[in-house]
């Protein structure tokens, strides 16, 4: 049974900081790209950041410089750092697994339930 679980979401300040992780299992992790979508409240979900399989990176133009994606394939697990949060980073976070990174929700088979990020003014 494929698992894929958020955590680390919280409420900070404008200027904080948090450490999303997402914890996998039932899949070949290694052979898989990991990406963190964000839903903000009233909006579709946004691609936020990518890491490839080999670990290359993307990342939306608003987070970068920010934001950094890192992954442990020895713990099957991706984290998204967050650095100087804004209240525009607010949303729902979600993890995604798929064999490429895609902007495309529909690229992705594995979805995770979220964990909330909310960045007060």
């Known amino acids: 049974e494929v698992q894929v679980v958020e955590s680390g979401g919280g409420l900070v300040q404008a200027g904080g900081s948090l450490s999303l992780s997402c914890a996998t299992s039932?899949?070949?992790?290694?052979?898989?790209?990991i990406a963190w979508f964000r839903r903000a409240p009233g909006k579709e979900h946004k691609d936020v950041s990518c890491?490839?399989?080999?670990?290359?990176?993307y990342y939306v133009d608003s987070v970068k410089g920010r934001f950094t994606i890192s992954r442990d394939n020895a713990k099957n697990t991706v984290y998204l750092g967050m650095s100087s949060l804004k209240p525009e980073d607010t949303g729902v976070y979600y993890c995604?697994?798929?064999?490429?990174?895609?902007?495309?929700?529909?690229?992705?088979?594995?979805w995770g339930q979220g964990t909330q990020v909310t960045v007060s003014s």
């Open positions: 995604a697994v798929g064999y490429q990174c895609s902007a495309t929700m529909d690229r992705y088979e594995y």
């Open positions: 890491i490839t399989n080999e670990g290359n990176t």
């Open positions: 039932g899949f070949t992790f290694d052979d898989y790209a």
